[in-house]
């Protein structure tokens, strides 16, 4: 029984660790300070914003993870987006919504031109 009560601590120190790590990687990454310079977010806001680009930053890297032909990773990062954008609708004003729409486009395109599909 402890055996397994230490496998369970280490698993969730491990997934807790993990988790640190991706929360930093996004906010210190130049994506994410250009959309929060751009975006102008409230106290408010911010946290909201950065759970959903996390979630969709995991979604992401699961997709790349399949063994699928690279249009159909196209078409699925796109119906991601809209979904993201979909999200976004409940915190974002429409202006910030169109900044970041504009945005989007031009990482996803920037992307895109440096991956080999």
Do not use: H, W
Request: proline share 2%.
């Amino acid at each position: 029984m402890k055996k397994l009560f230490v496998t369970l601590v280490l698993l969730l120190s491990v997934t807790v660790s993990a988790q640190q790590e991706l929360d930093q990687k996004i906010r210190t990454g130049s994506d994410y300070k250009k959309e929060l310079s751009v975006l102008k977010l409230t106290l408010d806001q911010e946290p909201q914003y950065f759970q959903i680009v996390k979630k969709y930053i995991v979604l992401n890297y699961d997709l790349q993870e399949l063994n699928i032909p690279s249009t159909e990773v196209k078409k699925r990062e796109d119906v991601l987006e809209e979904k993201k954008c979909d999200e976004l609708k409940n915190i974002l004003s429409l202006e910030q919504l169109a900044s970041y729409k504009k945005l989007s486009t031009e990482r996803i395109t920037a992307d895109r031109a440096k991956k080999r599909y």
